[in-house]
């Protein structure tokens, strides 16, 4: 299972978060925007935990509504499913994220005692840096490395995988038939 | 649980793909009574929406299949589910197998011998080829064969790019040939070159069946019955015919469909495992099982990406997905180094938008935050790539099979696909890219990189041959011991050479149905 799950990221360079530049969040805001939002699988404590995962990942992921688009997902059967973990390994999508995320928390207090959304921008980059180098130290299911993978595809999708990410990029759409709605 | 009985039909198909559309249409033109079971829902054009995320509702929903080995994990991405199965995302790379493929065993000692010769399939390639419409120039890498119908589609910006690499190389690039229409054909428009062939082409520049064999299905009268997943084909007591299958409808009711001749025509896992799972007193390991063969000699393509960043814009939005250029120079060597075996084959520019599993931000999957965005915004002008696929030997230990110990969704035994890549042909897929690497280097490129090593395409494992005693069926995917039984699809191939498999695969479909319509008195009882 491991060539299955390391897919793509099998070789992964030494960390690079080191050599990001700060950017400035505005979590309080983006918090609230979470709190605001009714989800079908995820709890309010999952999805702002996933949102922070992958706002690191791909600034502006919780803006575009990250975890309601995994939530909407996972809350469908397979056939209307929209994530890429369905390529890959579709028998249980929503105990892949939940575990996950379960994941995540527990790496977070491991290593620096709190949750991961109330980390400090640097340390969550540590921990992003972590997955990317397959160098969590408690987290063990999911293979954090391929928790990365599919996180980081779903911030993708979302931020520059629509129209409006199309643009963003510079990128023209040239769409036959338009989305009738991002996702 | 009673089952639910239908009227017999002439002429049963399992899966409503490229292989089984293409069957259905030529039987049922012919005059045959014809049903296509698809285990997904109906498909319109409609639903070919430009979007990678909304295109994934496209592929497979069905069973899940369990994968080991180093060469696997690809399943779920190139099947379809609905009609039409992966033919409305495939990415029509049009390629005929060379003389050679049809004889690894005989010349090289190694992998295995079709039934058949490449000049025994020359006349259904090209008969496919207009069928289906093909967009290609001459090249004189490729076997013999009539002229494309149409002309190749133009160079594009990313092969421009690329090209002076090859010729840094001392190879030549030419134009790919695709099943896209670079002019407007048969009634079908031309390609507008937007990149979203993996999304689905609802104007038909790209052949797929709804707009090509189904609208031909339909007219002769062919019926189409969605959500019903076949789980077994029948047999009369002697084992010796078969009677009809067993499928599953949208309510979990079993259902029975009496049929004077059988075609499975699903992708390659499933029509394995169909076979496997019909059972019976008289071939207790599974239908057409009697050589011990049945599941076995699984391959696939060993598929190395490189990308590149280029100083000139490269639009790597536009094109096609499948690619806009090809080499084959070199692809008859396959013994290119000691220790090295196949053939490989370069597919040069492929459309890529910034999300998905071919995507440019998956490209470096290492990045993020500032980082990637820096890259995507560069990538999404300059990026550039091309793929080669490297010839997997076909091995016994290779094979797809039933695990008892886990149940589906249908309660019936998982499949379970095991491939690992020969040690011969890891070498050669290694020195593909070191040679990939040194050509986007010598292209000029501000940074080159290859990603991993994936399978793509599955082929193998109904292997068709003269000897009962070591392959499944025919050569015309008739089953050794059954003869009202036929396959359909790449799981026919006992080799796969290096190139993408849809062209052969038409052009047996369209073999075996001849085969069928001249022999129809005899098949029919």
């Known amino acids: 299972m491991i060539g299955r799950r390391r897919f793509l990221t099998r070789i992964l360079p030494t960390p690079i978060w080191a050599s990001l530049g700060m950017r400035s969040l505005s979590r309080n805001a983006e918090a609230k925007t979470v709190e605001q939002t009714s989800y079908k699988q995820l709890t309010h404590s999952e999805a702002d935990t996933l949102a922070a995962w992958c706002d690191v990942i791909v600034s502006g992921a919780r803006r575009a509504g990250v975890a309601k688009f995994v939530d909407q997902s996972l809350s469908g059967d397979q056939a209307s499913s929209v994530l890429l973990l369905r390529y890959l390994n579709a028998s249980d999508m929503a105990g892949f994220y939940r575990k996950g995320i379960i994941g995540i928390g527990a790496e977070s207090h491991h290593r620096f005692s709190a949750p991961f959304p109330q980390l400090t921008l640097d340390q969550q980059r540590e921990m992003i840096a972590a997955a990317v180098a397959s160098k969590m130290q408690v987290w063990n299911e999911p293979d954090p490395n391929f928790f990365y993978f599919i996180s980081r595809s779903d911030a993708v999708d979302v931020v520059y995988g629509t129209e409006a990410g199309f643009a963003d990029l510079g990128i023209p759409y040239l769409a036959h038939i338009s989305p009738p709605k991002p996702w | ?525």
Request: with cysteine; aromatic share 8%.
């Open chain 2, 1 to 525: 649980m009673t089952k639910i009985s239908h009227q017999k039909v002439e002429v049963v198909i399992a899966g409503s793909g490229i292989a089984g559309s293409t069957m259905a249409a030529e039987l049922g033109e012919a005059g045959f009574h014809v049903l296509v079971l698809e285990a997904g829902p109906e498909r319109k054009l409609s639903e070919m929406i430009s979007s990678q995320i909304w295109s994934r509702r496209l592929r497979w929903a069905g069973p899940e299949v369990q994968e080991t080995g180093d060469l696997v994990g690809a399943a779920n991405f190139a099947m379809g589910w609905g009609t039409g199965g992966a033919g409305l995302h495939w990415y029509a790379n049009w390629y005929r197998l060379h003389p050679d493929d049809f004889h690894v065993r005989s010349q090289y000692g190694r992998s295995l011998d079709w039934p058949i010769s490449y000049e025994d399939l020359q006349p259904w390639y090209d008969h496919a080829q207009t069928y289906f419409g093909v967009s290609g120039n001459l090249d004189p890498n490729t076997p013999p064969g009539a002229p494309y119908p149409m002309p190749a589609i133009p160079m594009s910006s990313q092969s421009n790019a690329i090209a002076k690499g090859f010729d840094a190389e001392g190879l030549k690039l030419t134009s790919n040939t695709l099943a896209v229409n670079s002019v407007p054909y048969d009634g079908r428009a031309g390609c507008v070159l937007d990149g979203w062939c993996d999304a689905g082409c609802p104007i038909g520049a790209l052949a797929n069946p709804l707009v090509l064999q189904w609208p031909r299905a339909i007219k002769a009268g062919v019926e189409l019955r969605h959500n019903s997943y076949v789980t077994r084909i029948e047999t009369d007591p002697a084992g010796s015919r078969a009677t009809g299958v067993v499928y599953i409808d949208e309510n979990g009711q079993e259902n029975v469909q009496p049929a004077d001749i059988v075609i499975s025509a699903c992708h390659t896992i499933w029509n394995a495992r169909l076979l496997l799972l019909s059972t019976a007193d008289k071939h207790p390991d599974g239908l057409g099982n009697r050589s011990g063969t049945l599941g076995h000699y699984f391959t696939s393509h060993a598929l190395t990406t490189i990308h590149g960043l280029f100083e000139q814009e490269t639009e790597p939005h536009t094109g096609v997905t499948g690619a806009n250029t090809l080499c084959l120079v070199g692809y008859d060597n396959k013994q290119p180094a000691k220790g090295a075996f196949g053939s490989r084959a370069w597919l040069v520019g492929q459309a890529a938008k910034p999300n998905d599993l071919l995507g440019t931000a998956l490209a470096k999957p290492e990045l993020f935050g500032d980082a990637l965005d820096a890259y995507l915004r560069r990538a999404s002008s300059h990026y550039g790539n091309m793929t080669v696929l490297c010839e997997e030997e076909s091995i016994k230990e290779n094979r797809i099979s039933l695990d008892p110990t886990k149940r589906d969704r249908y309660g019936l035994p998982q499949a379970h696909v095991t491939n690992s890549l020969p040690q011969e042909n890891v070498a050669r897929s290694e020195m593909a890219k070191s040679e990939g690497l040194r050509i986007f280097k010598a292209a000029g490129t501000s940074e080159a990189w290859a990603g991993p090593r994936n399978p793509m395409h599955m082929i193998g494992g109904t292997i068709m041959g003269r000897d009962p005693a070591a392959s499944v069926t025919n050569s015309f995917g008739q089953l050794h011991e059954v003869e009202n039984v036929f396959v359909a699809g790449a799981s026919l191939f006992p080799t796969p050479g290096a190139i993408n498999p849809t062209a052969t695969l038409a052009a047996l479909v369209f073999r075996t149905a001849d085969y069928i319509r001249t022999n129809r008195s005899s098949l029919l009882p």
